[in-house]
C-alpha cells in the first residue's frame, strides 16, 4: 500500500462518482483487518506504528468515500477543480430563490406536516442533484460545474439538519 495513493487506488475502485456503497464498506473492513496493529506486534514498535498510519489513512478514505457529497468534492479536486466552500459561495441565482423560499417555509412552519412537506421537497432536491452530480462527474467529466452542484449540495445538507433540528423541537 502506497501512502500517496488516491482514495479511490487505496480501496482498488474505479475513480468515479457512482459507487456501490456495500462495497465501499465491505473493502474497508478488508483494509482494516488488514492494517490492525495487532497483526504486526511479533514485528515490533515501528511496525504497529506504521499499521496504525495505515489505519488512520483507511478510515479517513472511507469517511470520504462512503458519502456523496464528500466523494463528488474529493473528486472534483482530484480533478483541479476544488469547492473551496469557505471562500466561494457563488451559487446561481434560481438556487439563491430556492434557498430564501425553504428559509421562509421553515422560519413559517406552524406544525409537524408543514415541516415534513418542506423536509421532502429538500430531500427530492438533493436526490435531484446527486444525480446531476453523477452525470457532471461520471459521464461529463465537468468538474468545473460538478462544484457547483456540491455548493448546492452542501447547502441542502446544513438545510435539512436545520429542517431535523426544527422537528425536534417542535415534538418536545
Excluded at 406544525?111 to 418542506?118: I, K, N, S
Excluded at 452525470?135 to 446544513?158: H, P, S, T
Aim: glycine share 4%.
Amino acid at each position: 500500500m502506497n501512502l500517496q495513493s488516491s482514495d479511490f487506488e487505496l480501496f482498488g475502485l474505479t475513480s468515479r462518482f457512482g459507487q456501490d456503497r456495500a462495497v465501499i464498506d465491505a473493502r474497508w473492513k478488508d483494509l482494516q483487518r488488514e492494517a490492525h496493529p495487532d497483526r504486526f506486534s511479533a514485528q515490533g514498535g515501528v511496525a504497529q506504528r506504521l499499521a496504525m498510519q495505515w489505519s488512520v489513512r483507511i478510515n479517513e478514505a472511507y469517511q470520504r468515500l462512503k458519502d456523496p457529497l464528500k466523494r463528488a468534492a474529493y473528486l472534483c479536486e482530484l480533478h483541479g477543480e476544488p469547492v473551496n466552500a469557505e471562500n466561494n459561495t457563488a451559487m446561481a441565482p434560481d438556487f439563491l430563490l430556492q434557498q430564501m423560499q425553504w428559509r421562509e417555509q421553515l422560519d413559517e412552519a406552524r406544525d409537524a406536516a408543514e415541516l415534513d412537506q418542506l423536509r421532502s421537497e429538500v430531500l427530492s432536491a438533493r436526490r435531484d442533484l446527486l444525480q446531476q452530480c453523477e452525470q457532471m462527474i461520471d459521464q461529463q467529466q465537468d468538474y468545473k460545474e460538478a462544484v457547483q452542484g456540491v455548493r448546492c449540495l452542501m447547502f441542502i445538507e446544513r438545510f435539512a439538519s436545520d429542517v431535523e433540528a426544527r422537528m425536534d423541537r417542535m415534538e418536545t
